[in-house]
């Protein structure tokens, strides 16, 4: 028993003995210090990341939302030019039907005029006609042949133009309707 009493108080003072690992209530060791600090600088940095991500969201959500706009503002107006083109075009045609008594040569004259405003209005626009000669090679993404016919010229030439086309901007809006040359 005395054994364990001996045990039971050098546990005791060994514990009362501070030790290299131990340190008093309240006092900090050196480097809790700068941990703290970096910690909290660490979470001020956090924030600010955060704030600056949500306003780089933000600005892109609003860049997405104008491209929209604008985009919806294009093709509600896209036909805006093409249009100020063509009123002069219809202010002539109605002024050729307000004349009382019209000669034959006045209303050959004004529609003469009115074909050269329309041409300058789709020449303003890009929209080009495709009117083949007789003898060009038949394209086929520009030309539609309607039929072939028996010909002198060479195999799959144009004959004839039905119809012409018309490009816009160097896309194809209406092939032009041509009869073509049939091999001999």
């Known amino acids: 028993m005395q054994d364990q009493e001996k045990t039971q108080d050098q546990t005791e003072q060994a514990s009362q003995i501070p030790n290299g690992n131990e340190r008093e209530e309240g006092a900090q ?3 809790e ?3 703290e600090q ?3 600088t660490a979470e001020t940095r956090a924030t600010e990341m955060q704030d600056a991500y949500l306003r780089a969201k933000a600005e892109a959500e609003n860049v997405r939302r104008r491209a929209q706009d604008d985009v919806a503002k294009a093709h509600k107006f896209a036909i805006e030019n093409f249009a100020e083109a063509l009123v002069p075009v219809k202010d002539s045609l109605e002024m050729a039907l307000k004349l009382d008594t ?3 040569d006045a209303l050959k ?3 003469e005029m009115t074909l050269k405003q329309l041409t300058a209005a789709y020449e303003r626009n890009r929209l080009l006609e495709i009117s083949p000669q007789a003898g060009d090679k038949l394209d086929p993404m520009k030309h539609q042949a309607i039929s072939m016919v028996p010909s002198e010229q060479e195999a799959n030439t144009i004959v004839s ?3 012409k086309g018309y490009l816009i901007a160097d896309r194809l809006l209406r092939p032009a309707l041509v009869t073509v040359a ?3």
């Open 109 to 111: 004259e004004g529609v």
């Open 102 to 104: 019209p000669s034959i």
């Open 161 to 163: 133009v039905l119809q």
């Open 38 to 40: 970096k910690l909290a």
């Open 33 to 35: 210090a700068s941990l």
């Open 182 to 184: 049939q091999e001999k």
């Open 29 to 31: 060791a050196p480097g």
